[in-house]
T-cell receptor
């Protein structure tokens, strides 16, 4: 089955700096890569996703890049703000019916004011 | 509000007991997924239902079972509870069978076994 590894497990940045979280996956058939943000006491919330036919996707201060050959994808957050502090999860899935998302271990991002 | 409703929000019970966690998916979604999140750990997939039928199984213990009812709500039953079962249990829903149509998570049920 799919295995997703995520680094770093914790990341501390100064407000205004950029943050980068990296994930690798094992199943070359995976073609959907979402990122989730989990705030304290809440469920994970989808913030951006990318499909395998696209190399990069941007949404305001958030961008995701995908390298299919190397089987890794990354989340980039620019101009970080204290409200970006949360746990971020990457995930991967194939388009098989009945398939589930396999999540990385999570990254705790702390943005210091 | 994500549209996925989980009840109860908190549950405290003793070892050996049985509990039922409930999930109502977002309106129109046919798939329900259950995940377990232990302290400082990631999200472990338990089981998926689509339109009332079991579709995929993850690392779900034999003491755990689930079902999806005709109105599409789902219940996760945990029995013979052990201290190690203490965790956050999340339900997520999606419109179709495949995971690549996007998941919407509920706010979770925090289970504490004492």
């Amino acid at each position: 089955g799919e295995n997703v590894e995520q680094h770093p497990s914790t990341l501390s940045v100064q407000e205004g700096d950029s943050a980068v979280i990296k994930c690798t996956y094992s199943d070359s058939a995976s073609n959907y890569f979402p990122w989730y943000k989990q705030e304290l006491g809440k469920g994970p919330q989808l913030i951006i996703d990318i499909r395998s036919n696209v190399g990069e996707k941007k949404d305001q201060r958030i961008a995701v890049t995908l390298n299919k050959t190397a089987k890794h994808f990354s989340l980039h957050i620019t101009e970080t703000q204290p409200e970006d502090s949360a746990v971020y999860f990457c995930a991967a899935a194939t388009n098989n019916a009945g398939n589930m998302l396999t999540f990385g271990g999570g990254t705790r991002l702390m943005v210091k004011p | 509000d994500s549209g996925v409703t989980q009840t109860p929000k908190h549950l405290i019970t003793a070892t050996g007991q049985r509990v039922t966690l409930r999930c109502s998916p977002r309106s129109g979604d046919l798939s329900v997924y259950w995940y377990q999140q232990s302290l400082d750990q990631g999200l472990q997939f338990l089981i998926q239902y689509y339109n009332g039928e079991e579709r995929a199984k993850g690392n779900i213990l034999e003491r755990f079972s689930a079902q999806q009812f005709p109105d599409l709500h789902s219940e996760l039953n945990l029995s013979s509870l052990e201290l190690g079962d203490s965790a956050l249990y999340f339900c997520a829903s999606s419109p179709r069978q495949g995971a690549n149509y996007g998941y919407t998570f509920g706010s979770g049920t925090r289970l504490t076994v004492v």
